[in-house]
């Protein structure tokens, strides 16, 4: 017996105990943690319980230079994550086919963001579909979030240590996060592959700090309640007011191409032809509004690119943004035309050590630089800057393209609007 087998069967009894068994027998795309809420079963173990279901699958996404209103403009194919979460936990019986049909060709690029406080207890189902538009493929997948401490290896996701959820199964991740910060997840089966074909998405802790009630610290600092911090900095050096995250990633259409036609992948010759911000190159990653793209294998209109990458902020706000980056192939440089804070870096506060008595090492930047698995959390101080049109824009120049569109890609716009009452 193989260790995975093990650790397979250790989980799987887990959880069928932990769902009772009571299912009916196509339990398979079930999730435990709605269901037992409904029920009315406790298992908060004193902590707030998040419940997310996901299905694992494929879909087609739409770049900048591509006209979405024309679906003979090939949308390019991704394989992906899809939220399914039930609207009624109590839908038992209809609940296969109801996650089969809302993720059946629905991936998103990004993949649903996962926000959670710190010492929630998040129960993550994710429910392999297979793929529509290749059912000959029959890859497992995982959810490994990236950067989380202490993960145990059943719910880890990383394949060689525990295992993949292979088409038709399901598995319900368990994470209590005790630590706040910026992280990301993604798809750890075959990772270089299903990274660079869209299972990756956003994730971040918001800290205890920000559910205190008024009070005055020892070194002089008053918290007021309501005000949001991204660490436990015990001094309010984090504080922000508009919190915007940010992801970067690469895409190579050529690789998504032999994808879907049946070729092999040209793993030596990937290349980042779209740079991409939220899933989106320039000037899209400025549309407030989420994208669709109509399938070209249903006919149907899907979210596509559903996270928006432009700031907003009002002349005197503190805007925070959360970078990170799953790019599987090189670096990225994100310029400011404003001056960034760097608060934070590997989801951590970039103090001393990571901790908050640590020594503090914030400062003011142009530009930070991000690998794939990196995060850094800067803040940008409105006010004193004059409202206006900012862009937020990678410094790698030839990176500033949509595929042969020699403009746009890794940038988006920040728009400072006049205080009230400002002349
Ligand atoms: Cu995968």
Redesign the pocket.
């Known amino acids: 017996m193989t260790r995975s087998f093990t650790l397979g069967l250790l989980a799987a009894t887990a959880l069928a105990g932990l769902a009772g068994f009571t299912g009916p027998a196509h339990a398979a795309f079930r999730a435990q943690c709605e269901p037992l809420k409904a029920q009315g079963i406790d298992i908060s173990d004193g902590h707030n319980v998040v419940c997310k279901h996901l299905t694992?699958g494929d879909g087609f996404i739409t770049m900048a230079d591509q006209d979405r209103s024309n679906p003979a403009a090939e949308p390019t194919y991704i394989?992906g994550f899809s939220d399914v979460t039930p609207t009624d936990p109590t839908d038992f019986e209809n609940s296969a086919q109801t996650v089969q049909a809302k993720g059946r060709l629905a991936a998103s690029f990004p993949a649903p963001a996962i926000v959670v406080d710190e010492g929630d207890d998040l129960y993550l189902t994710l429910s392999n579909i297979g793929f529509a538009g290749r059912p000959d493929l029959f890859?497992?997948?995982?959810v490994h979030y990236h950067g989380f401490p202490n993960a145990s290896n059943v719910f880890d996701g990383e394949p060689e240590a525990s295992f993949?959820i292979n088409v038709a199964q399901s598995l319900t991740y368990f994470y209590r996060f005790l630590e706040p910060g910026t992280y990301m997840y993604h798809?750890h089966?075959?990772a270089a592959e299903?990274m660079q074909m869209g299972?990756l998405g956003i994730t971040y802790v918001r800290p205890k700090q920000n559910k205190l009630a008024d009070q005055s610290f020892p070194n002089g600092f008053q918290h007021k309640t309501g005000n949001t911090y991204v660490y436990n900095d015990g001094d309010g050096e984090t504080v922000y007011d508009v919190e915007v995250p940010l992801q970067i990633a690469g895409f190579d259409p050529s690789f998504h191409k032999a994808s879907v036609d049946v070729q092999p992948p040209p793993f030596a010759f990937m290349e980042d032809a779209y740079p991409l911000l939220n899933g989106r190159g320039y000037p899209e990653t400025a549309n407030p509004a989420p994208l669709s793209t109509t399938g070209p294998l249903d006919g149907a209109e899907h979210v596509s690119q559903p996270m928006s990458a432009l700031v907003q902020a009002t002349q005197g706000q503190k805007v925070l943004l959360r970078i990170s980056s799953l790019d599987v192939q090189r670096f990225y440089t994100l310029g400011s035309q404003i001056p960034m804070k760097i608060v934070g870096k590997g989801a951590r506060i970039f103090r001393g050590g990571g901790k908050a008595e640590g020594v503090k090492l914030a400062h003011l930047t142009n530009s930070v630089t991000v690998g794939g698995g990196e995060s850094v959390d800067v803040i940008i101080d409105t006010q004193d800057v004059p409202p206006g049109r900012y862009f937020l824009y990678t410094t790698n120049l030839n990176y500033l393209s949509n595929g042969d569109q020699d403009f746009g890609g890794l940038m988006t716009e920040f728009v400072i609007a006049p205080a009230s009452g400002a002349v």
């Open positions: 694992a394989f890859d497992p997948h995982t993949g798809c089966q075959e299903h299972m």
